[in-house]
């Protein structure tokens, strides 16, 4: 089995910075993209930000410029650098990564629990 665990969301002030880390542990042998999407009350959950194995990087247009992504790949874990932070960007955010837990398994997403992150004004 498979568990991604995420940490570091928090309550902070409007201009301020958080560090989101994720964690896959577990029956793992490979892992294509990892990313992280964010889920705000009534609304649908979103990506944020997602960077394959390879390196290429994706962000959405809300965040490019204030937020970055990176992975340890040997660490399986992939973290989300948030600045200049928004009331607007309060939500759960949650990882996934898209893995194979074998040579000749399929390509299976998983997701974290989510962490909270609360940006006041």
């Known amino acids: 089995q498979v568990q991604l665990v995420e940490s570091g969301g928090s309550l902070v002030q409007a201009g301020g910075s958080l560090r989101l880390s994720c964690a896959a542990s577990g029956s793992i042998f490979s892992i294509n993209a990892m990313g992280w999407y964010r889920q705000a009350p009534g609304k649908q959950r979103e990506l944020v930000a997602a960077?394959?194995?390879?390196?290429?990087?994706n962000y959405a247009d809300s965040v490019k410029g204030r937020f970055t992504i990176s992975r340890d790949n040997a660490k399986n874990t992939v973290y989300l650098q948030m600045n200049s932070l928004k009331p607007e960007d309060t939500a759960v955010y949650y990882c996934?990564?898209?893995?194979?837990?074998?040579?000749?398994?399929?390509?299976?997403?998983?997701w974290g629990q989510g962490t909270q992150v609360t940006v006041s004004s």
């Open positions: 996934n990564a898209d893995l194979k837990e074998s040579l000749w398994g399929p390509v299976i997403t998983y």
């Open positions: 960077k394959a194995r390879g390196g290429n990087t």
